[in-house]
T-cell receptor
Framework: GAGVSQSPSNKVTEKGKDVELRCDPI?????LYWYRQSLGQGLEFLIY????????KSGLPSDRFSAERTGGSVSTLTIQRTQQEDSAVYLC??????????????FGPGTRLTVL | AQSVTQLGSHVSVSEGALVLLRCNYS??????LFWYVQYPNQGLQLLLK??????LVKGINGFEAEFKKSETSFHLTKPSAHMSDAAEYFC?????????FGAGTQVVVTP
């Protein structure tokens, strides 16, 4: 079946602009995660959605970052007033939500964001 | 707090030789541990995971890992390296469902 998809695959923006990154999880998966991969910080957790529960936003680095998940499926990560340090690969993952901490997370190919 | 540490940011192995990637964990409770692989310009793919059912875990592509509580380790091995194993490998621990990753180990396979 189809895996996790993300769009766009690449995004180049100017400092100060807002960007939206999209994630389509595997159909039927109730859990959705966003991670960031950068040279300086490695792989970092950003935010986690599980079903209809309030999202876990504990990894968001600043209030310029926000995310929503509509209809329990597609998710959008929004970065406002982008800064050069936001340049990174943003990875989305989904899981069935059935096995809690032992769930396998399936990753999308990522969106490479470059802030000029 | 739970965390993982990967020893060695780069590993070079000859084709056909043993692959050994080291991961140590820090946790006050039994951890759930994962190994993921990332090929260039791709997302992460699960190799295997430890969920306390068995200490020796077999994964895809001939990889396996052994959970050793006494050594707080979860090292990844493959008996014979193949050129296609060249990639970056990440050890991770699940913290309330969120993955916390090690810094990664880049594997280079030489003919």
């Amino acid at each position: 079946g189809a895996g996790v998809s993300q769009s766009p695959s690449n995004k180049v923006t100017e400092k100060g602009k807002d960007v939206e990154l999209r994630c389509d999880p595997i159909s039927g998966h109730t859990a959705l995660y966003w991670y960031r991969q950068s040279l300086g910080q490695g792989l970092e957790f950003l935010i986690y959605f599980q079903g209809n529960s309030a999202p876990d936003k504990s990894g968001l680095p600043s209030d310029r970052f926000s995310a929503e998940r509509t209809g329990g499926s597609v998710s959008t990560l929004t970065i406002q007033r982008t800064q050069q340090e936001d340049s990174a690969v943003y990875l989305c993952a989904s899981s069935s939500g059935l096995a809690g901490s032992t769930d396998t997370q399936y990753f999308g190919p990522g969106t490479r964001l470059t802030v000029l | 707090a739970q965390s993982v540490t990967q020893l060695g940011s780069h590993v070079s192995v000859s084709e056909g030789a043993l692959v050994l990637l080291r991961c140590n964990y820090s946790s006050s409770v039994p951890p759930y541990l994962f190994w993921y692989v990332q090929y260039p310009n791709q997302g992460l793919q699960l190799l295997l995971k430890y969920t306390s059912a068995a200490t020796l875990v077999k994964g895809i592509n001939g990889f396996e890992a052994e959970f050793k509580k006494s050594e707080t380790s979860f090292h990844l091995t493959k008996p014979s390296a193949h050129m296609s194993d060249a990639a970056e490998y990440f050890c991770a621990v699940s913290v309330w469902g969120k993955l916390q990753f090690g810094a990664g180990t880049q594997v280079v396979v030489t003919p």
